[in-house]
């Protein structure tokens, strides 16, 4: 089952050094998750052959434009396609304003629906529950209201142990090991004992996006053995002022906040219009916590199960 | 002095093909007008080295997303860039709308002034008077409220036939030439002859953008002799029905537009995504004006000043 995170943007502000504003195609088989929607999202997505049909969800972390100006664009181009199928849209309150005004404007009536669910961001919040995954909401403190999303995978079902399981055991036999039952028979004998078949359950995998904030370690107990954290780092540590003022992180935060957490990997991005060349931020970030790789625009970064 | 527009895109409803939706830059010397700005102009004015501090005027035709949903992100890049200086915008009433509810939700105060003009587009207006050129409204006819807009140079000043002007001759005394007076003496004798001493001015020159509408030959009068005009020829002929339902034109039809207009060179745009290969569209507008170009992303169409 794949989970991996497309990086469609990693800059931060203004697109620059052919860097785009933050937007994340994330795979988590079947679903293909949309995090932010920077301004020419629905052309990376072009490029990197990301069909529109495949997303059904869009999460939007802030109204800062660097994060959110290319969805109506993008919504508009899914109705051009001809979407009927809903459309899921997380994000903070006053974005629905902004797409019902912009469609009135242009007097265009979806072929589909929204559904729209206002965030609140002052609290952790689980916003959706699948059948294999949850998606809760990260309280992060920017300038103004802003979410992260934390996207974990399910309890997984027991393996059964195929050398060991009979040819007399039914289907329904099965369904129980997997989900960690004895297996009995109709007069309360043990047939199969559970942990003589199965193998505990692979692990369940976690992506968490922290995009944009101070440094905000009351965060790290949601966040605890996170698999993937993307954090993004606008600056280096010397700009720590500006970064505070701002309500940013440096690299060397993002990375300290990844320790914290005993994250498995961290990305670091949203990276400041200043710096043309970003190595500096990925050694600064890696003295610290050395799992750390840069947000590249067209890489996949994946979690293997295991 | 330089006249000449670059295309940043040219095509209609989403971006495809590595063609982006409508904007384009006109070079008027000293000025940059933007006309229309779909998503990721910014990103083509930064690829082809435009400063964005070059542009004081931004003119917006209608409120379908392909041609104005890049504006709010280049005016916070703009912000970002330390602009100070006053921007002046025009475009359909409403825009101004969702400008201020994007920036009220983002808590942006602008570090400068936006002068917005609301257009009318019923009918035609002088909405820009500078001191070398004007920008009239051309009413279109398209789903939504749409204007197009013609630029055009003022009368020019005579030019002084530099062998025949006499050493003596004073700077008022040129000046009254160049204006086309003859220059006398105190006494009210003739020392100059105009028509001895000067040549008729250069041609003003003008250039109409013509986007989205059905064919409306009744702006032929107001376009009548225009150096180059841009018209949208969203579809081939053979689609004419469809060209009729979403108020569009066709290629022939622009080109014959051209011809009534007397027009000396023409640009075809707005290209439907139907067409990966839009050489068809040259073809069949050729057939009607040959001096017809294709706009294409990056590239200048120059009007030569004569």
């Known amino acids: 089952m794949q989970f991996e995170v497309k990086i469609l943007g990693a800059n931060s502000a203004n697109p620059v050094y052919n860097r785009f504003q933050t937007a994340q195609l994330l795979h988590i088989e079947p679903y293909y998750f949309l995090i932010d929607c920077g301004e020419a999202t629905q052309h990376q997505l072009l490029k990197y052959k990301c069909k529109l049909t495949k997303i059904d969800h869009i999460f939007i972390s802030h109204l800062h434009g660097d994060h959110y100006l290319g969805l109506v664009g993008l919504l508009s181009t899914m109705h051009l396609q001809g979407r009927t199928k809903d459309l899921h849209l997380f994000g ?39 059948d294999k995954l949850t998606v809760e909401t990260i309280p992060l403190q920017h300038r103004i209201p802003c979410c992260g999303f934390l996207f974990r995978e399910k309890l997984k079902k027991r ?39 199965t193998l505990p359950p692979k692990k369940s995998r976690s992506y968490a996006f922290c995009s944009d904030t101070i440094l905000k370690t009351d965060n790290s107990t949601q966040l605890q053995h996170v698999d993937l954290l993307y954090h993004e780092a606008t600056f280096l540590h010397d700009m720590l002022e500006r970064a505070k003022q701002t309500f940013h992180t440096t690299a060397l935060q993002a990375a300290q906040f990844a320790s914290i957490c005993q994250a498995k990997n961290l990305i670091i991005g949203h990276f400041s219009s200043r710096y043309r060349d970003i190595t500096p931020l990925l050694i600064e970030a890696r003295s610290e916590f050395i799992n750390t790789q840069l947000a590249i625009e067209g890489n996949d970064y994946e979690i293997v199960e295991e």
């Open 159 to 197: 393996r059964i142990i195929k050398d060991k399981f009979p040819p007399k055991g039914s289907l329904a036999h099965m369904a129980m090991l997997k989900q960690g039952q004895d297996v009995l028979d109709e007069s309360g004998t043990l047939l199969y004992k559970n942990s003589e078949y």
């Open 92 to 130: 903070p309150i006053g974005l629905d304003e902004i797409i019902v005004l912009q469609m009135k404007l242009s007097e265009t009536i979806l072929n589909y629906t929204i559904h729209f669910k206002g965030l609140d961001a002052t609290k952790i919040e689980t916003i959706l529950d699948l």
